[in-house]
């Protein structure tokens, strides 16, 4: 299977697949006499692998670290798990912060309802949003 095929049948462009080989996320095919890359069936489920990996937050460096357990013929489960408790811990680090910053909008939005804009004095840029902000998002441990 040629790259263009390769590329239609997985909605992966073809810039793409020649980057992903080139960092070594996709092994590069054997080329034909004429020099272009001749797939098989395999780099279909890889390449649906790197995208389902992709969806869940892995980057291109961590599936690289994936796939390459699986080609030296290991199974890469075990550090799977931990990259994957690992994203779930940030992403709860990010809700956080994403959370803080909701409260401190709703919080604003309720302040800002009780001002009246004649009042925005000339050293102010907007009154609307207090000069000095003393709380800061929730810090990770």
Sequence with gaps: MRIGDVARRTGVSVKSLRYYEQIGVLTSPPRTPSGYREYDGQVIARLQFIRASQSVGF???????????RDRGEIPCGHVLELLRQHREESARRIAALEFVRQSLDDLVDRAAGLRLEDCSADDVCHLIPRLADASPPHSA
Aim: overall charge negative; aromatic content about 10%.
């Design 59 to 69: 980057t291109l460096g961590e599936i690289r670290e994936i796939v390459a357990f």
